[in-house]
């Protein structure tokens, strides 16, 4: 049999099709391997949010290069083939730059990699061409956790200044309900108890169907699904504009829904955020923050920034550090400024930010999402909450909260992976909070 080795990189989106890949080459007589050495065929999923992850990618290629030399000198034979986003960009002209690379396939069409496999063994191959997603034709091979990831949609309609995904995931498409629900239900089947909902912006689902689908109808369907058992829905990421009211209200009333939204923000300043080709001013995003945890108890919303976009000044830059503490936001992922190919920012050449700056900005910025997170967690202290186990490590339980906080258990209780558990907060530190089951 042959094996398999998929090096992944980036987001969620991207590890989910790496299930998807390994499941429909399991079908086709391929044995996942954790060893790079041992596989038949190696892939690289890549991701072109960032410069550092493209080269992260292509540092891997040169890695493989190395490996597929050395078999060939023993007589055997591998394919190395690279997927993702940046196949998605940079298309013919990867296959140019790296010899050795067999195959690029693209985000659209992962589903045509087993007749893309048979023709790479008479060329060299390059095919990002979208193709027709049919639903159910393999099993995902998901990793054996609490958590599932679950695509209802891909693309982005939204063309912020710095983001390639419009162009490497194209525009926006999304699953009917109907097969949705079948997905979710067979995971739960599976064991899993938690189901993370996918999509670049989750709060447009629906609209490319035409039927009156959106994404509040798709909540309240898996908030019953087909079980008696407890289990949990999240979902990210989404756009602050395109959160209704329905969307809170279905949230509020569920059952399985987690109180977790993930907002983007990028910016806490109105001229940036129109340089970024984002929706909203800085009081909109507040209007609806505040909306939100007016309505959801005890609701944890998560944000990301950017420090150093383009012409950015420090006062600009501040803005952003007073948002995170009026906003109350519980944690934030952060990154300097990448400039992407293609990009409206990114061919503001004239206006970049040196390094120095941004990476003085960033480590500011960092230091107050760790002030934030901290602050978020102390006000558990003396609450239960419902934890739901999903790792052992150095003897000490710990899993995640409802909100999506991380729960360490300082009880001498034993647990299973899976398990909901009842524990009241202790204790708190930046990242994490110790709880004893009650």
Same mark, same amino acid.
């Given at each position: ?6 090096? =992944? ?13 390994? #499941?429909?080459? #399991? ?14 065929? /190696? ?38 083939? /690279? ?44 095919? =990002? ?80 169907l035409e039927d009156g689908t959106n994404f509040a109808k798709l909540l309240k369907a898996l908030d019953n699904l087909e079980t008696d058992n407890n289990y949990r829905i999240r979902f990210t990421s989404s756009y602050p504009t395109d959160i209704t009211d329905e969307v809170i209200e ?106 120095? =700056? ?29 934890? /739901? ?40 530190? =930046? ?8």
């Amino acid at each position: 049999m042959k094996k398999v080795y998929i090096y =992944t990189l980036g987001c969620q989106m991207n590890k989910s099709d790496t299930e998807k890949i390994y #499941g429909m080459l #399991g079908h086709f007589g391929y044995e996942t391997t954790k060893e790079e050495s041992d596989a038949d065929l /190696l892939i690289v999923n890549t991701c072109a949010i960032r410069q550092l992850s493209v080269e992260k990618a292509y540092s891997k290629l040169g890695v493989w290069a190395k490996i597929k030399k050395a078999k060939a000198k023993e007589g055997k034979s591998i394919k190395i083939a /690279l997927c993702g986003c940046v196949a998605q960009l940079e298309e013919k002209e990867l296959i140019k730059k790296f010899p050795y690379l067999d195959l690029v396939f693209g985000t659209r069409n992962i589903y045509e990699l087993p007749r893309l496999l048979k023709q790479i063994e008479e060329k060299r191959l390059c095919d =990002t061409k979208e193709k027709p997603i049919f639903e159910n034709d393999y099993k995902i091979e998901r990793n054996k956790t609490t958590n599932a990831w679950l695509t209802i949609m891909e693309g982005c309609n939204n063309f912020c200044s710095y983001c390639v995904v419009p162009y490497t995931r194209g525009r926006e498409r999304s699953r009917t309900i109907d097969a949705i629900v079948k997905e979710a239900n067979i995971i739960l089947k599976e064991g899993f108890k938690e189901i993370t909902l996918l999509g670049q912006n989750v709060d447009s689902y629906g609209k490319n169907l035409e039927d009156g689908t959106n994404f509040a109808k798709l909540l309240k369907a898996l908030d019953n699904l087909e079980t008696d058992n407890n289990y949990r829905i999240r979902f990210t990421s989404s756009y602050p504009t395109d959160i209704t009211d329905e969307v809170i209200e279905t949230i509020k009333n569920s059952k399985h829904i987690c109180e977790c939204f993930h907002i983007p923000m990028q910016s806490g300043n109105d001229r940036i955020l129109k340089e970024m080709n984002r929706r909203y001013n800085v009081d909109e995003y507040r209007k609806i923050v505040q909306k939100i945890r007016n309505s959801i108890p005890n609701v944890t919303i998560t944000s990301d920034f950017i420090a150093g976009f383009p012409s950015e000044t420090q006062e600009e830059f501040l803005d952003t550090i007073k948002a995170i503490d009026e906003l109350q936001l519980d944690y934030s992922n952060t990154a300097a400024y990448s400039p992407r190919p293609i990009t409206k920012a990114g061919k503001m050449t004239d206006k970049f930010i040196d390094e120095e =700056t941004k990476k003085a900005r960033l480590q500011i910025l960092n230091d107050k999402v760790k002030q934030a997170s901290l602050k978020s967690n102390q006000k558990y202290i003396g609450h239960t909450l419902e934890i /739901l186990i999903d790792e052992v490590k150095d003897g000490v339980f710990q899993g995640r909260t409802r909100n999506n906080k991380v729960v360490h258990l300082i009880d001498d209780g034993k647990y299973e992976i899976g398990q909901f558990v009842d524990a009241k907060i202790e204790r708190a530190t =930046t990242w994490c909070m110790f709880a004893k089951r009650v």
